[in-house]
Antibody, heavy 122, light 113 residues
Framework: EVQLVESGGGLVQPGGSLRLSCAAS????????MSWVRQAPGKGLEWVAN????????YYVDSLEGRFTISRDNAKNSLYLQMNSLRAEDTAVYYC???????????????WGQGTLVTVSS | DIVMTQSPDSLAVSLGERATINCKSS????????????LAWYQQKPGQPPKLLIY???TRESGVPARFSGSGSGTDFTLTISSLQAEDVAVYYC?????????FGGGTKVEIK
């Protein structure tokens, strides 16, 4: 059974940093692009970043202005999101999501974690 | 960036009736060489992550009931629930994966009338 379990969320002050993790199991993690998608309270979905199977390609939504870094450790079946210079508008549930096409880039998300809540507030 | 616009924002449908959700992209998401539309639909129930329903605009994900269907091409797409069930109450999102950044529509909330 495919499982994605996020962790690392919490309350952080504006300007602070946080590192999210996503533990993957039940599939060959190294065969899939992976993404982070966020959802502000009561709002819609926003794709944040994705990373290729071997980590050699990474893409981000423009609005992040270089504050976030996506990474992965295939030996640990884990995906990460380092978030720096956090702002109130980064408050959201952050989901880890698997790309729907193994070995290639698909762009649709066939499995999602339950999400981890990040709250940026003083 | 490709902007995805959904309509309506919400709709109330009687049990057993048809629900229709529209999604329009600001540019075509049809890849001509493959003749595939890079368009997906998701269902999100309260307190849950999104669930993939449809991809390639009209291909149903494994396990998704046949009452869900997707149609359209180019810039205009539709998700249809042919006979609304109580468990279909949710917010539905379209998403394009034609180009980066990947973008979602604003969502359509489906309720029971």
């Amino acid at each position: 059974e495919v499982q994605l379990v996020e962790s690392g969320g919490g309350l952080v002050q504006p300007g602070g940093s946080l590192r999210l993790s996503c533990a993957a199991s039940g599939f060959t993690f190294s065969s899939y692009w992976m993404s982070w998608v966020r959802q502000a309270p009561g709002k819609g979905l926003e794709w944040v970043a994705n990373i290729k199977q071997d980590g050699s390609e990474k893409y981000y939504v423009d609005s992040l202005e270089g504050r976030f870094t996506i990474s992965r450790d295939n030996a640990k079946n884990s995906l990460y999101l380092q978030m720096n210079s956090l702002r109130a508008e980064d408050t959201a549930v952050y989901y880890c999501a698997r790309d729907g096409t193994p070995f290639l880039f698909g762009g649709r998300f066939d499995y999602w974690g339950q999400g981890t809540l990040v709250t940026v507030s003083s | 960036d490709i902007v995805m616009t959904q309509s309506p924002d919400s709709l109330a449908v009687s049990l057993g009736e048809r629900a229709t959700i529209n999604c329009k992209s600001s540019q075509s998401v049809l890849y001509s060489s493959s003749n595939k539309n890079y368009l997906a639909w998701y269902q999100q129930k309260p307190g849950q992550p999104p669930k993939l329903l449809i991809y390639w605009a009209s291909t149903r994900e494994s396990g998704v009931p046949a009452r869900f269907s997707g149609s359209g091409s180019g810039t205009d797409f539709t998700l249809t629930i042919s006979s609304l069930q109580a468990e279909d109450v949710a917010v539905y999102y379209c998403q394009q994966y034609f180009s980066s950044p990947l973008t979602f529509g604003g969502g359509t909330k489906v309720e029971i009338k």
